[in-house]
């Protein structure tokens, strides 16, 4: 009996299904990868330690330090500058228990310290096939290698060490399929901020989203990743892309790629959505139809095209949120005033960020009103910029070049936007105060970032391709 065609998300599910769920119990699902970093996992420790348990798979888990790190080096005696006592803790902390449980930690001292999701691809912790989960919302960017990845409590965390496995309900399947060419200034970031734009930040909930079509076939594994980082924007439970030969080339090059690469690649060509299989949603998305886009409003949905007016609020919801940004419906973002610049986060501190940054920089200067930070994702992404010059070349623009960190993203470390301050960054979130109290938030591409730091204002960065085609 042939079976019926399957999604990549039902081949994934099914392959890690341990107890199936029924109407009165969620499903047992098995963990391949666990992720935990010092902010969401010192009471999962200690729930494990008041049990008198151990982690039953602690070689499947993987700890960094990120979030509350600092990103400025360590002083004259060799402190490290941190924000609060409670952060310099919470470090602390982790490094008791990953040495006490025996669990790979990438410390402060590590050369593969990082954010979370930008290390565990580079060193091949992630692959095409796993499950994989982490005490943070953007895990899904690890849906880019064709993985089911998501985010979990503080309590599911303490689980997953405890048992390698989860409760889960099998959520809906929703394909977003974006078909066309790209336009120069156009990117990743770009792509997926019109789509939570299109679909609204509930538009996912309770899916899990397959992105598919050229556009998404054209992209490389970290514009993938932005892709996929940002599907809990749209509500979304997690995404993915299934893996190609752009993904199995990426896990070739990593230090933990299977020894039997041949083999893996093998399997992992099965992982793709079955011809005639049925998604519960489907979006389809012309590739034209995407600008360089912003924010404009206190969540991820209110994006617009960067010459696209303001639209005029629809409830109580958006006036609120025009209030606090102290923007008028009607008119444009591009031409605002700009006070800080921030590249960086796990949506946007790889090396092909910094490169697109640094080419905009090259040669011009910050204008004198921004502050700039740009903050390499991991060490490893900060030792190749600097091999390129791209540090030099930021700071020969007048930006600041940090230590690889969340940074401002989430600013837990000190790195903060100042209340009332306009800031174009590149992360995840725009939520009022995300940035610091009172910060208001534009979140952009690296192009539209960079631009903007150089215009003092936000701007369209086409015009840098007008440009360039002027002199051509």
């Known amino acids: 009996m042939t079976s019926a065609p399957r999604t990549l998300f039902d081949k ?10 029924t109407d009165s119990a969620p499903a047992v699902l098995y963990i391949d990868l666990h992720l935990i970093h010092e902010v ?12 008198g348990l151990k982690p039953r798979r602690p070689d499947r888990t993987k700890a960094t330090m990120d979030h509350s790190t600092p990103t400025l080096p360590a002083g004259p005696d060799g402190r490290l500058p941190y924000y609060t006592k409670a952060s310099e803790t919470q470090v602390e902390t982790l490094a008791r228990n990953c040495a006490e449980f025996g669990i790979e930690l990438f410390d402060m001292g590590s050369a593969g310290r990082g954010i979370v999701h930008v290390i565990a691809p580079e060193q091949g912790f992630t692959q095409p096939g796993m499950t994989i989960v982490c005490g943070d919302s953007h895990t899904s960017t690890h ?17 997953v060490l405890a048992t390698q496995c989860l409760l889960q309900r099998k959520p809906k ?6 078909e066309g060419e790209l336009a120069p200034g156009v990117g990743a970031k770009d792509v997926i901020l019109h789509v939570i734009g299109a679909i609204g930040v509930n538009g996912g909930t309770g899916h899990v989203i397959e992105y598919r079509g050229s556009t998404i076939r054209a992209m490389d594994m970290e514009q993938r990743m932005t892709l996929c980082n940002m599907s809990i924007e749209a509500g979304a439970r997690a995404g993915m892309v299934a893996p190609d030969e752009t993904t199995f080339e990426y896990v070739r090059r990593t230090p933990h790629a299977p ?10 060509r099965r992982l793709r959505t079955d011809d005639g299989a049925k998604f519960d949603a489907e979006v389809v998305i012309d590739a034209k139809d995407i600008r360089p ?17 303001i639209p005029a609020a629809g409830d109580a919801a958006a006036k609120k949120g025009l209030d606090y ?9 591009e031409g605002t005033p700009v006070d800080v610049v921030f590249v960086g986060s796990c949506t946007n501190g790889r090396l092909r960020d910094l490169r697109e940054v640094a080419a905009v920089l090259k040669g011009r200067k910050v204008a004198p009103n921004v502050r700039m930070l740009v903050v390499p994702g991991s060490e490893i992404v900060k030792r190749e910029a600097e091999a390129e010059g791209i540090d030099r070349i930021v700071r020969e623009a007048g930006a600041e070049w940090r230590e690889p960190g969340c940074s401002m993203c989430i600013a837990m470390n000190g790195d903060l936007v100042a209340p009332g301050q306009l800031a174009v960054s590149t992360s995840n979130r725009n939520f009022e105060g995300r940035q610091g109290p009172g910060s208001r938030t534009l979140l952009a591409s690296p192009l539209s970032a960079a631009w903007a730091a150089v215009n003092g204002k936000v701007s369209d960065p086409r015009e840098l391709f007008a440009e360039k085609k002027a002199v051509a």
């Open 12 to 21: 994934l599910w099914d392959a890690h299904v341990v107890v199936p769920e």
């Open 40 to 51: 969401t996992s010192p009471q999962a420790f200690a729930e494990l330690r008041a049990r």
């Open 143 to 159: 849906g880019a290698f064709g993985s089911l990845a998501f985010g979990i409590g503080t309590s599911e965390v303490g689980h």
């Open 173 to 178: 399947s929703m394909s977003i399929t974006v």
């Open 259 to 268: 020894a039997d690469f041949d083999a893996a690649v093998a399997g992992w």
């Open 293 to 309: 886009t912003l924010t404009w409003g206190t969540h991820p949905g209110t994006a617009i095209a960067v010459d696209e007016p």
């Open 325 to 333: 940004m102290h923007f008028d419906a009607g008119h444009p973002l």
